[in-house]
């Protein structure tokens, strides 16, 4: 990362300057007075100490005054300053506070909000097209799979096992090898097909669903998932199904990769009055300090914005790695095809 943008600015911030020139012309106008109402007393020898601390208190009070106006004024455009370096277009609702006040740094800062508004409408929308993509072509994959693939290897299936009650006695185990290397090798395009494409998601739902995605984790990593899913679950868009699917999906691809844990727990429940959790944890390594975000994760956060959630992934408490996702009720998206 660029060292500039982690020390701040190299310069004298636009407030300090206003405020030292204000303060040497409130001086320079202070004694120009003087000079100019009284310039038979005026003299660095003749005035008395009341005075000067008169003029001392006067111009204390002024500075103070000063600062603390233009500290108001000039507040917004900090707060967009800090903004802008800790921007992340992964997240949603980054919006600088504007007082009610009314001034040309205060439109500054509405037009500011305005623009970050524009662009997660346009990274949103963007990002839906991209993942609507994807999901057409998992589908497309899926059915190619299964109609031409899987079909291929049942009808060379069908040959062999036509082929070993013909074959010589002595040559039949070879034959019956190949018909199991065959079976594998089907039984594998299955699976691929079922996780380019969720046939349950589709036909029985997002619970359902996830406990078919938990039971074949289960089995395939050997770790034993505990799957809680609250019973009444508002509803859901069927993108926002999608989205809660594909983040379960990562996550547990992660806990069998690279956490090490032999247990792990998946739950979705009712978080509030507007909002459906899915959390997903284990209790494995945890994340390494130096950690950085990698494609999966990035995908996640991709899919999360699409539908205004809130994905976050850290420690728990005692040991591991917990990812949770916070997607809104109305959440409102494209009905996937």
Do not use: K
């Amino acid at each position: 990362m660029d060292s500039t943008r982690q020390s701040g600015p190299r310069y004298t911030p636009l407030f300090l300057r206003v405020v030292a020139v204000n303060a040497v012309l409130l001086v320079v106008a202070c004694v120009g007075t003087l000079v100019v109402v009284a310039p038979e007393r005026f003299s660095f020898s003749s005035i008395v100490a009341e005075e000067t601390i008169l003029v001392v208190v006067v111009l204390a009070a002024i500075a103070i005054l000063n600062v603390a106006l233009l500290r108001h004024v000039f507040a917004p455009l900090e707060r967009m300053a800090a903004l802008a370096r800790r921007f992340d277009p992964r997240r949603t609702g980054q919006r600088v506070p504007i007082a009610e006040s009314e001034s040309e740094v205060t439109d500054v800062a509405r037009a500011f909000n305005e623009m970050l508004e524009r662009l997660e409408h346009e990274r949103r929308a963007t990002s839906r097209r991209v993942l609507e993509a994807q999901e057409g072509e998992r589908l497309r994959v899926a059915q190619d799979l299964h109609d031409q693939v899987g079909q291929t290897l049942t009808a060379a299936l069908l040959e062999l096992e036509h082929v070993a009650h013909n074959v010589p006695e002595a040559s039949r185990p070879e034959v019956e090898a190949v018909q199991e290397i065959v079976q594998v090798g089907l039984e594998d395009i299955r699976r691929i097909a079922r996780e380019l494409r969720p046939e349950a998601l589709d036909d029985l739902g997002l619970p359902s669903a996830l406990a078919a995605l938990t039971e074949r984790f289960a089995r395939q990593a050997r770790i034993e998932i505990d799957l809680r899913i609250e019973p009444e679950l508002p509803a859901l868009s069927r993108e926002a199904e999608l989205v809660i699917y594909r983040v379960a999906q990562e996550a547990l691809t992660n806990v069998a990769r690279h956490s090490g844990s032999a247990t792990a727990e998946l739950r979705l429940e009712r978080a509030g009055p507007d909002r459906v959790s899915l959390t997903v944890a284990d209790a494995g390594r945890g994340l390494p300090a130096d950690a950085t975000a990698g494609g999966g994760m990035q995908g996640m956060a991709e899919r999360a914005s699409i539908v205004e959630a809130a994905l976050a992934v850290g420690r728990r408490d005692a040991a591991g790695t917990e990812i949770r996702l916070d997607v809104p009720i109305e959440a409102e998206g494209l009905w996937y095809r």
